[in-house]
């Protein structure tokens, strides 16, 4: 049976979720108490991304799906780069989580990739799509050429009125 994903919403609430684990990690907060959640929370992530990127990779037909990729493609940049200041230690917790070091720049090579993956579906579908609304230089040309023809004809009528 199939059923309706609402990919906007999940992305956001991913990027929610994402914002907080960040955010606390910067807070001084004891990691006997919080590495269990925080890990979670983590492999969560990076656990529905990869599922959200498969469906979406799977249903080329799929209404909006361009927008919907170009909108998992800043949650997964977002949490790439938080799995790197992850694993440096930058955010805190990096002795209570070095037993999972490994599989943090795992999922942060695969998450790597995954935007390399969005960035040629993206282009494959429609590669002119960010540069549509691009007036050519031709049409500027054109544009500029009929103005200046106006301003011209004005010049003369102002001409012949002053005259």
Known sequence: MASKVHYEDNLFFLHSILRTVESGLRLDVDAE?????VLEDVFFIDATLMRMFSS??????LINRASYLRSLRRTVVAFSDFLEQFA??????SDAVSAYSERLTTAQHAHHQV?????????QEDPDEE????????????????????EDEDDTTDNAAGS
């Open 131 to 150: 540069t549509a609304s691009v007036v050519s230089s031709q049409e500027y040309g054109f544009l500029l050429a009929s103005d200046e023809e106006n």
């Open 56 to 61: 979406l990779k799977e249903n080329p037909y």
């Open 115 to 123: 935007r390399k993956e969005i960035d040629l579906i993206l282009d």
């Open 33 to 37: 108490y919080f590495r269990d959640k």
């Open 88 to 93: 440096r230690g930058d955010l805190g917790f």
